[in-house]
Structure formats: structure tokens, C-alpha cells
């Protein structure tokens, strides 16, 4: 991109982008409605809609000098100091055709531009570098898969899917969806909930959206893949379901160099892994599940006598969409390694108990694979196989949701509260013996045998304020209270995130918003270096990365 066109995107101006005055300026003539496009007849219904959202924030400290002193999780922190970490337009489109209600199709893409990472080098430690470019010459700075995935400009395609539904003998209808969508089952609301609950593995979470936006609700967090769902009504009281897969897709990190990413190696830009100062494994082939090899069948069922109360059965076999690091001691290769085979039984029940919104999973994993130190073998494991920790698992999730009515301090509210639990109850496989719970292991982050978390979302509102404009107040917290769970990602004692903002809603169609970002989490550190050595939770290698985003979205 040229100079010039850089500038026209993203130059500052009294401390505030271009892109923000641009947005400002086609927001004061953008209404709040989705488009509805019109067809002079009520059987076919054509909707495009364009969300427009700014992103600028500011990180709060300087970098730790025990996390930027790992060589292997500190190229995000060198690259941002004090100051500006996110400079960045988000454009979502989406289209929907619907003929006669019952059929039709879906797309929806996503554009991106963040000048934050266009505004020059700032890691300048050639040791510590973990980042190649696409022609594998080691870069400063970030690689081109950051550039890609976290700078942009790019577009992605998101929702590509058609649907229709027919009645079957006996006022059965059956609805189908085939292409890229997102379908989840069960009653988790938060992230904690997705790790624990019986749509893991169902579809890939974005963890660099989880880290970057504290209480994001599931629904804004799983990417779409391409597969097939069918529901079956057979009565008002009984359905029945299923899903099968024929794509694959990982979780989604925060790119290698990218602010809020925790470990260098990860995800596409995972292109180099630091063995001593100086000497980089380079990435090798990873193994891959086959995609057909994920799918899962369920039950509703919603009986009269307990008065909307629905309960729901599911079985599941999946594949891993979190990966196991592996180290080929021959080639000095790394890979990562998505392991398929794992089977879950599960339940689920939802119910309105006076104001509240209750939801309850409990759900046992088979041959799950399990957190495990870096597996050191000669060679790599094939597709769809893992040489890390496998084993047996027990998983509930509990919440429970209400809007708040008037009080003191409040005109309305919305309450989320969730709390998860896992429990491992056997190894089924571990042939390098790299369990973080196993006998003898005894660092800050040993896998305990069980483990709990909570996560709390809390809004208030406040309405007309000033005239056409409503006050909010989005409050989020997430810890873990017990214990260090075995599923990566999961809940670790004394480690999460929270936020706190403000934000106002103008004649209901342009949303500000000022909200300040926290992580923590506890690490040792290496005696001779100074270095961290061990953490526990993934967010204790965030917890330098305090950060305040301004936020203004609209939609025409």
C-alpha cells in the first residue's frame, strides 16, 4: 500500500484517526435499520446489512521484564510499549434472501485495517524474533501472516450457507442448513462455558476476539465452517438434530507479534520456535483431523407438565480444535498436533424461574486431549494423532441470566453470572509422560484434579440522560476460583480478566464507548535470567497488557 493511501486511512489528527472522522461522518447520515431491499412481492425478502465499527486503544504500562525475557512470549510485548496497540475499522456486510420464509440463502464477509501495525519496527532484538515472512527470512517487527490477520487490510468470507425446510408426512417439518454457519448446542453463555460445555470442538473459537473483548458472549466468538444441520420437529414438545462437518478449522490466536498474543508460536504466523538465543525451530507439518470426522446427533425435549422446561441429549465425536505442541528431535522441526477421536455424552436443561433464565450442562469426554508440556520425540505424529496427554474428563456448566428491574442506583440491568467445572478422572493415553498432573510434576502450572471458574457480566442503563441519549455501564469478570483445570484454556485459580466502561447510545443508532481492559494471572521466573518460567493460566502472560479502547459502531 502506498504512503499516501496509508495516511488517508489512518493519520492522526489531534489524537484521533482519520478512520474515526470518516466513520463520524457517514454514521450522521446512516440510519439505524437494517436495509431492506424491495421486491414488489411479499414472497421473496432481500436484507443487506453493513456494521461499521472503530477501534483505538492505549496500553497502560511498559512490558514486563520477566515475560519480554522469554524468548518465546515476548514478541507481541516488544512490539507495543506504552501508547497506541489498535488503530482499526471493522466492516461486517451481511446478505439474506428468504423465498416464501422457507428457503434462501446467506453471506456475510468482514473487512479490516488496523494502522497500528503499519506505523514501523518496534521489536528490535534479532534473538528474540520468532517471526519469519512468507519467503521464511526472519523479520523484526511483524511477520506477514500479523500483517494479514491483524493489520490487514483484508476480507474474509464468514456465513456462506443456503437453508430450506419441507413438511414430511404427519406435520413434521424438517429445516436444513448447508455451507459455512454456525450452530451450537447447549446453554453456556461465556467463554469459560464454551471450553467446558458440549459445544466444544463444535465449531472454532476466536481467541484473539476472547482476549481483546473481556465477556464476549459465545455467539460473537465461534467462526463459522462448512457443514451440514438438520432439526426434525416432531411434535411442539420433541425435536430431534444433527451435524456433520466437511471442513476444518483450528481455534483462531491472536497472530505471532500481535498485542494481545501470549505465545509466539502460535497460530499462522507460528513460524519459529526459540530453542537458545540465536537457534529457532522452524515449523514444520502439523497434523490435521479429517473434517468428516466431526459430527454429533441430539434430542429436545420440552414436556408440558414442568412448564417450559427443556431438556436436551447429545452425543458427539470430534476432533480437537485446540493443538498439543510437538518437537521432532531429529529435524529440530515443531508442529502442532489436533488430535480427533474424542467422544461427548452430555445433557442439558433450560428453564424461567420467576425472572431468571437458568441453564445447566453436564457432559463426560472421552480420549480428550489434555494440557501437556512441549512433547519432545523423534518425529511427528500423523494426521488426526497426538504423542501429548489424553484422558477421561467430567465437564458441567451453570447459569443464570435476568434483566434487573429499577433500582437505586440503576433504571435497568442485565445480569449474566456462569460458573464451569471440570474434573479428569483417568489417563487414557500419555507415551512421553508429559502431563501437566502427572506424579512429580510440581511447577505453577500442575494440572489439578479438579477445577472451577466463574464468569460475570453485568450491565446497567440509564436512559435519556441528555435528550436522545442512553447511559450505559458494561461491568465483566472472569476467574478462576479452584484449582487448575486439564483442558487448555480452562480455568486456573487466580488467573483471568475483567473490564469496566462506560458508554452511550445516541438517538439509537450510534454506540461510544470507553472501556478499560485488565489480566492477571501468577508465573515463576528463572532464578539465573530473571526470565518467566512457568504460568499459571494463559492470562498471566497478558498481565502487563492493561489497555483502554475506545469504541463508535453503527449499523445501515
Request: proline content about 4%; glycine content about 10%; some cysteine.
Amino acid at each position: 500500500m502506498k504512503k499516501k493511501q496509508i495516511c488517508l486511512l489512518g493519520c492522526k489528527s489531534l489524537g484521533l484517526s482519520a478512520i474515526f472522522i470518516v466513520m463520524f461522518l457517514i454514521g450522521l447520515y446512516s440510519v439505524a435499520d437494517a436495509f431492506t431491499i424491495p421486491t414488489g412481492t411479499e414472497d421473496y425478502d432481500l436484507r443487506w446489512d453493513n456494521s461499521f465499527r472503530y477501534n483505538y486503544g492505549i496500553r497502560l504500562k511498559h512490558p514486563d521484564a520477566a515475560i519480554i525475557n522469554n524468548l518465546n512470549i515476548d514478541d507481541g510485548d516488544r512490539n507495543f510499549d506504552k501508547g497506541e496497540v489498535t488503530n482499526r475499522l471493522d466492516i461486517l456486510s451481511e446478505f439474506d434472501f428468504r423465498y416464501k420464509k422457507d428457503y434462501g440463502f446467506r453471506v456475510s464477509g468482514a473487512f479490516w485495517y488496523d494502522q497500528a501495525y503499519y506505523n514501523g519496527v518496534k521489536n528490535t532484538n534479532v534473538l528474540s524474533s520468532n517471526t519469519l515472512d512468507n519467503n521464511g527470512n526472519q523479520v523484526l517487527g511483524f511477520g506477514d501472516k500479523a500483517k494479514k490477520y491483524s493489520g490487514g487490510p483484508d476480507v474474509e468470507i464468514l456465513d456462506a450457507f443456503v437453508f430450506g425446510k419441507v413438511m414430511l408426512p404427519g406435520d413434521m417439518p424438517l429445516s436444513v442448513k448447508v455451507g459455512r454457519h454456525t450452530v451450537y448446542w447447549g446453554e453456556a453463555f461465556l467463554f469459560g462455558g464454551a471450553i467446558n460445555g458440549l459445544s466444544y470442538g463444535q465449531l472454532p473459537i476466536d481467541l484473539a476476539k476472547a482476549f481483546g473483548s473481556p465477556g464476549s458472549e459465545i455467539k460473537e466468538l465461534f467462526r463459522p465452517l462448512g457443514n451440514v444441520d438438520a432439526i426434525l420437529s416432531i411434535n411442539p414438545q420433541l425435536s430431534i438434530f444433527g451435524q456433520w462437518f466437511f471442513q476444518f478449522e483450528g481455534y483462531r490466536f491472536p497472530e505471532s507479534g500481535s498485542y494481545l498474543n501470549n505465545a509466539d508460536m502460535l497460530d499462522k504466523g507460528s513460524i519459529g520456535l526459540v530453542l537458545a538465543p540465536g537457534f529457532a525451530a522452524t515449523h514444520g507439518n502439523d497434523s490435521l483431523p479429517q473434517a468428516t470426522k466431526n459430527w454429533g446427533i441430539g434430542m429436545k425435549w420440552t414436556p408440558e407438565f414442568l412448564d417450559d422446561a427443556t431438556f436436551g441429549f447429545y452425543y458427539r465425536k470430534t476432533s480437537d480444535m485446540f493443538f498439543q505442541l510437538h518437537l521432532d528431535t531429529n529435524t529440530f522441526q515443531f508442529a502442532s498436533a489436533y488430535a480427533d477421536g474424542v467422544e461427548i455424552y452430555g445433557i442439558s436443561f433450560g428453564k424461567r424461574v420467576g425472572p431468571f433464565a437458568v441453564g445447566a450442562e453436564y457432559s463426560r469426554r472421552h480420549n480428550m486431549p489434555l494440557q501437556s508440556s512441549l512433547v519432545m520425540a523423534p518425529g511427528l505424529p500423523t494426521d488426526g494423532d497426538t504423542w501429548g496427554a489424553r484422558g477421561d474428563t467430567q465437564n458441567a456448566v451453570l447459569n443464570i441470566w435476568s434483566l434487573v428491574p429499577k433500582a437505586l442506583w440503576w433504571e435497568s440491568a442485565n445480569f449474566i453470572f456462569e460458573t464451569n467445572w471440570c474434573q479428569w478422572d483417568k489417563i487414557t493415553s500419555d507415551p512421553y509422560n508429559v502431563f501437566l498432573g502427572r506424579d512429580g510434576y510440581d511447577a505453577i502450572d500442575r494440572v489439578t484434579k479438579n477445577a472451577v471458574g466463574i464468569s460475570i457480566n453485568f450491565t446497567q442503563y440509564w436512559y435519556q440522560v441528555l435528550p436522545g441519549w442512553d447511559l450505559n455501564v458494561p461491568l465483566t469478570y472472569s476467574r478462576g476460583i479452584a484449582g487448575t483445570s486439564a483442558l487448555l484454556f480452562s480455568d486456573t485459580y487466580n488467573a483471568g480478566s475483567m473490564s469496566a466502561g462506560v458508554g452511550v447510545q445516541i438517538y439509537g443508532k450510534y454506540d461510544l464507548s470507553l472501556v478499560y481492559n485488565h489480566y492477571f494471572g501468577n508465573y515463576d521466573t528463572n532464578p539465573a535470567t530473571g526470565a518467566l518460567s512457568a504460568n499459571r493460566g494463559s492470562f498471566a502472560t497478558l498481565s502487563d497488557r492493561d489497555w483502554i479502547a475506545f469504541t463508535f459502531k453503527f449499523q445501515i
